[in-house]
C-alpha cells in the first residue's frame, strides 16, 4: 500500500493512443502468451474523467507461471508492483513513471469478464457514466490513506453498474 494524491482529470482524447502504444509493446513482448490485451478503467471510456492512469488487462495461460511473462515485462521497463495469489491470482506491474498499470490474469478469468461488462457500460450509458464520475470526483477531494482506501469507496456505486452491465440493462448512451 502506498499514499498517493488522487488526481482526477477531464478526459484525454489521447488515453487511446498511449494504450495502443503499450498494447504494441505488450504484444511484441509476450507474443502469443498474451491472449487478450484489453484497455479497462476511467482511461477507457470516452468523455469519462479519470486519475490519468492508463489500465491494461493482459490474459495469459495462467497467471501463476510467472516465469512465462514476466521476464518479458520486466525486460520491456515494466515494474512488478503487486501479486495477489489470493484475489484472482493477480498480477500488477506498472511503468516507472506510474501512468500506466499492466494487470495479469489467467484465461477465464471472471474478473475480467466483470472489468470488461462495466467499461462497455459505462461507455454505453450516460447515466451510470455521469453518476460514477460524480463519486469519482468527490471522492477525490478527500484525504486517502492509500489507493486502496479510494478503490474501495467507489466498490457500492461499481457493484451496482457492473450487476446492470451483466445483466444487460437499458444499454442507452
Known amino acids: 500500500m502506498e499514499k498517493r494524491q488522487i488526481v482526477m482529470v477531464d478526459y484525454d482524447p489521447r488515453w487511446p493512443e498511449k494504450f495502443q502504444k503499450h498494447a504494441a509493446l505488450l504484444s511484441q513482448s509476450l507474443g502469443a502468451k498474451a491472449l487478450a490485451i484489453e484497455h479497462i478503467g476511467s482511461t477507457s471510456v470516452p468523455g469519462l474523467a479519470a486519475k490519468p492512469i492508463i489500465d491494461i488487462t493482459v490474459l495469459v495461460e495462467d497467471s501463476r507461471d510467472e516465469a512465462a511473462y514476466l521476464p518479458a515485462l520486466l525486460a520491456a521497463?515494466?515494474?512488478?508492483?503487486v501479486r495477489e495469489p489470493d484475489w484472482h491470482e493477480h498480477r500488477m506491474l506498472r511503468t516507472s513513471d506510474l501512468?500506466?498499470?499492466?494487470?495479469?490474469?489467467?484465461?477465464?478469468?471472471?474478473?475480467?469478464?466483470r472489468q470488461?461488462?462495466?467499461?462497455?457500460?459505462?461507455?454505453?450509458n450516460l447515466e451510470d457514466r455521469l453518476r460514477y464520475e460524480t463519486?469519482?470526483?468527490?471522492?477525490?477531494?478527500?484525504?486517502?490513506?492509500?489507493?486502496?482506501?479510494?478503490?474501495?469507496?467507489?466498490?457500492?456505486?461499481?457493484?451496482e453498474i457492473?450487476?446492470?452491465?451483466?445483466?444487460?440493462?437499458d444499454n442507452v448512451a
Open 77 to 81: 521497463g515494466y515494474i512488478l508492483r
Open 99 to 113: 501512468d500506466v498499470h499492466v494487470h495479469i490474469f489467467s484465461a477465464g478469468c471472471e474478473e475480467v469478464t
Open 116 to 124: 470488461l461488462a462495466f467499461r462497455d457500460r459505462l461507455r454505453s
Open 135 to 159: 463519486l469519482k470526483r468527490s471522492l477525490a477531494k478527500e484525504d486517502w490513506p492509500d489507493m486502496d482506501a479510494y478503490a474501495r469507496a467507489k466498490t457500492e456505486v461499481v457493484e
Open 162 to 169: 457492473t450487476a446492470r452491465a451483466l445483466r444487460g440493462a
